[in-house]
Nanobody, 125 residues
């Protein structure tokens, strides 16, 4: 599975961005999709994940209520809507895909098989 992430950029604190990740594979609809991020000088961390059915989601505590993950299986695309952005959200964001049962979400990076190239999000104060 080849993944291509886009939508990053520079935004002021309190602003919004929407990240997109397109998967180039016919069986995208059977993969759980996740977003991770790596801030400068920090380890990569889980941000959000969505089951391939779309019915289950999970978020890291720091983004709950601000970020929303969604997917459009017809377009083989997963989105991350980010609102009320904070300077601490500054990071390179990566999308990832992994096979899983229809209602399963995965929060551990080692369980994802495929990764996109990353898109940089910079939030200024």
């Amino acid at each position: 599975v080849q993944l291509q992430a886009s939508g990053g950029g520079l935004v002021q604190a309190g602003g919004s961005l929407r990240l997109s990740c397109v998967a180039f594979r016919r069986t995208f609809s059977t993969y759980v999709m996740g977003w991770f991020r790596r801030a400068p000088g920090k380890e990569r961390e889980f941000v959000a994940a969505i089951s391939w059915s779309g019915g289950s989601t999970d978020y890291t505590d720091s983004v709950k209520g601000r970020f929303t993950i969604s997917r459009d299986n017809a377009k083989s695309t997963v989105y991350l809507q980010m609102n009320s952005l904070k300077p601490e959200d500054t990071a390179v964001y990566y999308c990832a895909a992994g096979p899983a049962p229809p209602t399963t979400v995965i929060v551990t990076s080692r369980d994802y098989d495929y990764w996109g190239q990353g898109t940089l999000v910079t939030v200024s104060s």
